[in-house]
């Protein structure tokens, strides 16, 4: 069987790799159709890379743009063609883009005898930074080019359950499925310490405009008023100074680690830590981030604002915090004054929410589920 995957951005290449990897592993013949602009970095990709063809993309600068818009509707347009080339028996689409979706359902149209499915890494507009005008041209019209694709598909996959609830209404009579993000098994030593006189925290991934800083400033000011607190960073981003300034300012420390890579620096530094923090502006719309597994990979509990998904995980398994605006108080007292027993229990059932959820085999297991129903 010949599986035609479709992909825009190199951002998700992570995920494209684990949906490759599984049906290659399975007997597949897979092609990967993806652009060549690089997101992230706003440059064209040059070196190549078994089964992918990558497709020349209009290059744009910024994120919020009509020439993006425009860069994307010509790429799927121009992946479709290839898609037509290829003849797959079963096309897998990763949106967004949304372009992407129409014409994934024009091609479905008229090829009825493939499968079709729609995997859901994002939903635009919704969690974009828009939110007086998604309603408004030409936000809507972007939405609804997904929209109104969606019955097309034979299934549609979602990266997290909040997805499914926002988009209810349009996807009632489709079959859905939710697989979470995933990662590979790392192999790193972990030797967790505690240090009941003082607090380490751990801050890991991109320091932008969605971090909810003056959260994490009230939260830490608050611990530091128990027992004296250090914050490890690891990553960067535009919001970088301002974040580090901000905590600085409660008294607490911050060790700046910049970017580290290595997994098993990182988890050494994670081992000082009592909590991750995954705090983000309660505007934004999402249900997992990545670096909430990140964490959990390391055995690291977290203190949590993200809503839907995660904050029912962190619950459910007992496996970190959940903060909000009106618990911060209650919550630093929580975190100043946990025993060594209960931080221990903690961290192994965060590793293994990890296992059971969120690593390699855990993703394999629900694919193959869902690829069996199809």
Known sequence: MKVVIVNCFDTYE??????????????????????????????????????????????YNKNM??????????????????VEDLQPDLLYVIVPPNSLAK????????????????????????????????????????????DKSLKYADLVITECNLYQSILKIVLKGIKTETIYLAKRKVNIDRHPLFN????????????????????IKRLIKSIHEIKPVTIHVIGDGESRDVLIDEIKSTGAIVEYHGKIYD???????????????????????????????????????????????????????????????????NVADKVANADKDEFTEMRKSTYKVFENLFSLQAFNEKLEDVIKGL
Not at 46 to 56: A, D, L, N, P
Not at 109 to 138: A, C, G
Not at 196 to 215: A, F, R, T, V
Request: charged letters at 25%; a positive charge.
């Open 196 to 215: 009941k006189d003082e607090i380490h925290l751990g801050y890991l991934g991109s320091i932008n405009n969605i971090i909810d800083i003056p959260n």
């Open 65 to 82: 743009s009509v020439a993006r818009m425009t860069s994307h509707y010509r790429y799927a347009k121009m992946a479709f063609q290839l």
């Open 263 to 329: 997994p098993q620096k990182k988890q050494d530094i994670f081992d000082k830590c009592r909590f991750g923090l995954n705090i983000m502006k309660d505007t934004v719309c999402v249900g997992l981030t990545m670096k909430s597994i990140d964490y959990f990979q390391a055995g690291l509990p977290i203190i949590n604002s993200i809503q839907a998904d995660t904050a029912e995980i962190v619950d459910k398994y007992n496996i970190g915090i959940n903060v909000t605006n009106e618990n911060i108080e």
């Open 14 to 59: 992570d995920r494209i790799d684990l949906i490759h990897d599984f049906f290659i592993n399975n007997g597949y013949d897979v092609t990967i159709v993806q652009s060549d602009f690089r997101h992230f970095k706003k440059v064209k990709r040059t070196e190549s890379k078994q089964h992918f063809i990558f497709v020349e993309s209009k290059p």
């Open 103 to 146: 014409f994934a359902a024009k091609y479905k149209r008229r090829h009825s005898n493939i499968k079709l499915i729609f995997d859901l890494i994002d939903l635009w507009p919704e969690t974009m930074p828009v939110e007086r005008i998604k309603d408004m041209p030409p936000f809507n019209f972007w939405r609804l080019m997904r």
